[in-house]
T-cell receptor
Framework: DTAVSQTPKYLVTQMGNDKSIKCEQN?????MYWYKQDSKKFLKIMFS???????INETVPNRFSPKSPDKAHLNLHINSLELGDSAVYFC????????????FGQGTRLTVV | SQQGEEDPQALSIQEGENATMNCSYK?????LQWYRQNSGRGLVHLIL?????REKHSGRLRVTLDTSKKSSSLLITASRAADTASYFC??????????FGAGTTVTVRA
């Protein structure tokens, strides 16, 4: 059983389109995150949620809208995709914020053409 | 701005040698964590060291933490080809934000 699963693994889409990435964790964790990893491997936090509530929005354009229907799911919707959105997006979860280890999904490689 | 920065950016060693990489950070932390990322995969947690700890071991891994210098090091002893990966440090400052750096890419040559 995969602990943190995100779909799809690959996403190729045209500029201007809207797309969603789904994430689910079966670990019973309270905190979930979205990270963006650029081509230089730098991992930048985008959002963190705790018990379905938004805690951190790290100056992400409002074209990015996370949604947490319950504490096991954190989805990411992106409107009006731009070339600069091309990256690998990782979902992660942890028990309580950063106090314990985080578990990562396999990543979604988004390519905007 | 980045909280943690790893050094060096890249490291190439022979199988059997030790690999050491460092992480410096800017603000006070609750804990510091090290992760490994194999090519094309997600990050995997290796070890967590809390701010009141100075050294921790896990198998072939040894992590040190110097809060006065705001720095940590990760030592991998007797490296193997399977250790080829990128290694990241992450800091917890207590605000539900686990901050990562850009990582150290380690290549272990057979």
């Amino acid at each position: 059983d995969t602990a943190v699963s995100q779909t799809p693994k690959y996403l190729v889409t045209q500029m201007g389109n809207d797309k969603s990435i789904k994430c689910e964790q079966n670990l019973g964790h309270d905190t979930m995150y979205w990270y963006k990893q650029d081509s230089k491997k730098f991992l930048k936090i985008m959002f963190s949620y705790n018990n379905k509530e938004l805690i951190i929005n790290e100056t992400v354009p409002n074209r990015f809208s996370p949604k947490s229907p319950d504490k096991a799911h954190l989805n990411l919707h992106i409107n009006s995709l731009e070339l600069g959105d091309s990256a690998v997006y990782f979902c992660a979860s942890s028990q309580v914020g950063g106090q314990e280890e985080a578990f990562f999904g396999q990543g979604t490689r988004l390519t905007v053409v | 701005s980045q909280q943690g920065e790893e050094d060096p950016q890249a490291l190439s060693i022979q199988e059997g040698e030790n690999a050491t990489m460092n992480c410096s950070y800017k603000t006070s932390i609750n804990n510091l964590q090290w992760y490994r990322q194999n090519s094309g995969r997600g990050l995997v947690h290796l070890i967590l060291i809390r701010s009141n700890e100075r050294e921790k071991h896990s198998g072939r891994l040894r992590v040190t933490l110097d809060t006065s210098k705001k720095s940590s090091s990760l030592l991998i002893t007797a490296s193997r080809a399977a250790d080829t990966a990128s290694y990241f440090c992450a800091t917890d400052v207590g605000d539900y934000k686990l901050s990562f750096g850009a990582g150290t890419t380690v290549t272990v040559r057979a």
